[in-house]
């Protein structure tokens, strides 16, 4: 595993490179989010108590931290198609599940740096709320479901150019139906059953409940730490089979 | 030392190796030489552990390419074919990634750097991020980055490919001077004259068979010591002597257009496989 770090260590550098710009385009969406959905179109919504606002942001921390994770899966194509540096760690002797490990862990960092931009954001639109212990749970468990399913569908992509195709076909979806927006408990019967299969529904469930210094059920952590195994030993299966 | 029984591989309906048997000795600059697509880098991927052979047996140094994998990464260093340097990073913090791949020692990274960018003459650029070097620099920074780790087998595809004859020719002594440090290296390149120049023996390649190993020296005894080029009805033909004397007799009282020069392994390619060496 100890190439885990090396992994980690080059993915850190990257970002280290292009923090300004990483910051900046992190908070593009979550701004535009909460002026046009919090204070435009919600601005007198009230949810289970809660101002529009208060609603979105926790709803925005369990969006971004996907789609900040699932972004690894982007550097990891330019790596391995465009410059072709995933060769030199094939050839490095490191198990595959050590590169699985780092370049996971590279993920999650990313979402955490996001979701500490929404922090911040949500500081500057005057909204507190608690950022406790189970908040940070629910955000690494997530991180980790999206990071382990970018390194997956890296391996398994042939080109730059269908990776695009496969955040269209399961993030943007996600994104919108996972509970980030609405209260999933106000579409259709049939539909809420259907978002039960989301893993962003549970996220944003349990960040918005402990946000909101509520107790979270115990069910999305551990669905999420689950699917989050799951893609992760499947990871390792691609990256293997990404060999040849 | 490298011992190949057997090998092949096969993608779908491609038999890139069918049957190689070959063997390199420690310390020895051995050339594969071969046209595009005669199975010259999928040697190399499963020497060095990137891609699976489909069947046969491969060792370096005692190590199983399948088996210790592990333990073959460790023995070998790769410069592969397309520069693969991390463009978003310095010269340094390529090398320190690759010493950090291969669990050396922070102390040792540092030391080893220093001492590798001095060899490949490059050291004032360690700070400069890959993408603002030349392609001869980016090549022998990949060199310096493959001997980070120390490896006693050192795997060059195609080297030099893309590069202008000087800087070449710079490649060419930096790969004599690892050779004589106590490296074995495995050298693919279609260049012929890189191959006669450099390699103590040399392989030829086609189409997934190994179809002649010696000596350059050997390889090209087998033909004479000289060619003769001749045109005739627009096309190229080329003719074998032991001697200058008997080329010369050859051509007295011939018309036409004619050229006398020394037989290189080009011509034992083409006479062994009718076909020419070209990328």
Known sequence: ?244 | MIRIEKLTKHYKTVRALQGIDLQVAAGELFAYLGPNGSGKTTTIRILTGLSRPTSGDAYLHGFHVEHDTLKVKKECGLVPQTINLDHELTVFENMDIHGRLFHMPARERLRRIDELLEYVEIQERKSSPIKQLSGGMKRRVMVARALMHSPRILFLDEPTVGLDPGIRRRIWSLIKRIQQAGATIFLTTHYIEEAEFLAERVAFLDEGRIIAVDTPHNLMAHLGSWALDEIANGEMETTYFKDRGEANRHIQGQEGSFSLRRVNLEDVFIFLTGKKVVP
């Not at chain 1, 931290?65 to 790596?79: G, K, L, P, W």
């Not at chain 1, 507190?128 to 569908?153: D, G, H, I, K, R």
């Not at chain 1, 909101?212 to 689950?226: E, I, K, R």
């Open chain 1, 1 to 244: 595993m100890r190439g885990c770090f090396a992994i980690y260590y080059r993915e850190l550098l990257i970002l280290k490179k292009k923090f300004f710009r990483q910051v900046a385009s992190m908070s593009v969406g979550p701004t535009l989010y909460l002026i046009a959905f919090g204070l435009g179109m919600g601005k007198d919504v009230q949810l289970d108590g809660h101002s529009y606002l208060e609603f979105l942001i926790p709803g925005l921390v369990a969006m971004n931290s996907m789609t900040q994770s699932f972004a690894i899966a982007s550097e990891i194509n330019i790596a391995r198609f465009y410059w072709r540096i995933f060769e030199e760690f094939q050839a490095a002797p490191i198990r595959n599940i050590a590169y699985v490990t780092g370049e996971v862990m590279a993920g999650i960092t990313r979402a955490l740096l996001s979701v500490a931009v929404i922090i911040i954001l949500a500081l500057c639109f005057g909204i507190v709320l608690s950022y406790n212990v189970f908040f940070w749970l629910a955000v690494v468990l997530n991180s980790f479901v999206f990071a382990s399913l970018a390194v997956c569908l890296a391996m398994l992509v042939k080109s730059h150019a269908d990776q695009a195709l496969l955040t269209n076909f399961f993030i943007t979806p996600m994104a919108f139906l996972g509970g980030t927006f609405f209260p999933v408990d106000r579409m259709p019967h049939w539909a809420q059953k259907a978002l039960q299969f989301l893993p962003l529904t549970h996220a944003a469930a349990a960040v918005r409940s402990a946000s909101f210094g509520q107790m979270p059920g115990w069910f999305s952590y551990v669905l999420l730490a689950a699917i989050g195994a799951l893609l992760f030993v499947l990871a390792f299966y691609c990256v293997n089979k990404a060999k040849d």
